[in-house]
């Protein structure tokens, strides 16, 4: 096997279990790995800290154990049945009114580099590293093993996250199975999955305990779903028993998602409409009829270099929000870049709020759910921030 040959003392961070080597730290690789092998990691003085994915990049490792073992099948099959657990010990999964969850979130698992969310009977499986892609039929078999009697579909959707210059020629399809049955169920809530075509795996499933939240706040209220997608707050905010609920997304594909997913749910209900149209421009031409919005925006900022305007593209949101909301509003207002860090959204939606000059208190500080947990080492992970607020 490959070795890589750290400089003196760049074990520090490894040995607080951090999962990455930055090819800073290298001083040299015995051997010529190709990207995606699995690379012993030495220290200096050539003791063992840990084996993982070599990759070209600033991230040149990324761990898959401290310990000296072997990744094979047990490996695949041990992690998976760990990260299995911990979401049955949750109550996301082996629930009867919820069948769709994440069940890997990369180094929240200790497996950097993977994604699997789970949706009924079919698991999308997203690579987001070479060396994941290279194993894709290892985890899978794993998968399908450790998940026996529960997934009988595994979908592999990597076209989009894996680095572009691996040219891997990759595709997506199935590995296992292939039903077209695409119906799954978030908190007793139907939906179609469009786990062929959609965003990310098909569906935000991170959303799921903040849209829970929203239910509770929807009694009676005029409600605003921006940035809709799939229309998962919406047809909370209907459960909820809002008096109305716009959805809104410049996707004409996910307004077709949002009134499907709606008509599952609540056929022929009035109290629903979906526009495609602009975020901005549609904040611009609205009254000031609603008193909850929800602001979820794609991220504004994917890299370090974009955070000043990203910053400026949630203040400039928000700002529009504490215009137009009602007196006794509430307003759920997320971001769920990485590189935008909790201060600065904060920061952000307090410039807004002082700009209208209302009164705002925040009601709850939110974040990504138990399924998608952040590895205690790579605060890195945490990624989802949302505030509730109750503007006057
Ligand atoms: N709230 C959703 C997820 C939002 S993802 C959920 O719970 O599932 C972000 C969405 O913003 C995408 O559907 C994308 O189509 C939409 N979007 C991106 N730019 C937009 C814009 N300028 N105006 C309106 N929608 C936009």
């Given at each position: ?202 569906f935000f499933v991170d959303q799921r ?95 370090k270099d974009a955070l000043r305007n ?56 939110l974040t990504q759910p138990a399924d ?21």
């Amino acid at each position: 096997m490959n070795i890589v040959y750290l400089k003196k003392g760049k074990e520090e961070s490894l040995k607080r279990f951090h999962p990455w080597v930055f090819s800073g730290a290298i001083h040299h690789i015995e051997g010529e790995p190709e990207e995606g092998e699995v690379v012993r990691v030495v220290t200096a003085d050539r003791q063992f800290i840990a084996i993982g994915h070599y990759q070209i990049g600033s991230i040149a490792v990324r761990v898959l154990s401290f310990v000296d073992e072997p990744i094979d099948e047990a490996f695949w099959h041990c992690r998976l049945a760990i990260a299995y657990d911990m979401r049955r010990a949750i109550g996301v999964a082996g629930n009867p009114r919820n069948n769709t969850y994440r069940l890997v979130h990369g180094e929240g698992d200790n497996l950097p580099g993977l994604v699997i969310d789970v949706y009924g009977r079919t698991a999308v499986v997203q690579a987001h590293s070479v060396g994941m892609h290279v194993y894709r039929h290892e985890v899978a078999r794993a998968l399908a093993d450790v998940m026996k009697g529960v997934v009988e579909n595994i979908y592999y959707k990597s076209e989009t996250t894996l680095p572009f210059k691996a040219d891997l020629g990759q595709e997506n399809g199935f590995i296992l199975g292939g039903s077209a049955d695409n119906v799954a169920m978030e908190n007793g809530l139907n939906f179609h999955v469009d786990w062929l075509k959609g965003q990310k795996t098909g569906f935000f499933v991170d959303q799921r305990e903040n849209r829970a939240l929203l239910e509770r706040y929807s009694k009676d209220r005029s409600v605003l779903n921006m940035f809709c997608y799939t229309g998962g707050f919406s047809f909370y905010a209907m459960r909820g028993g809002a008096k109305l609920v716009h959805s809104v997304d410049s996707s004409a594909k996910a307004i077709d998602l949002t009134n499907k997913n709606v008509e599952l749910n609540f056929p022929g209900d009035p109290r629903h409409t979906a526009y495609a149209e602009d975020a901005f421009k549609y904040l611009d031409r609205m009254g000031d009829q609603y008193d909850l919005i929800i602001l979820d925006p794609p991220a504004f900022a994917k890299h370090k270099d974009a955070l000043r305007n990203a910053l400026q593209g949630y203040r400039k949101l928000n700002a529009k929000a504490f215009e137009k909301i009602k007196p006794g509003g509430i307003l759920f207002t997320f971001s769920c870049s990485q590189v935008v860090t909790k201060d600065n959204f904060r920061t952000a939606v307090f410039t807004a709020a002082a700009m209208s000059g209302r009164s705002v208190r925040i009601l709850h500080q939110l974040t990504q759910p138990a399924d998608h947990p952040v590895n205690i080492y790579h605060p890195e992970g945490e990624y989802l921030k949302g505030l509730v607020l109750y503007v006057e």
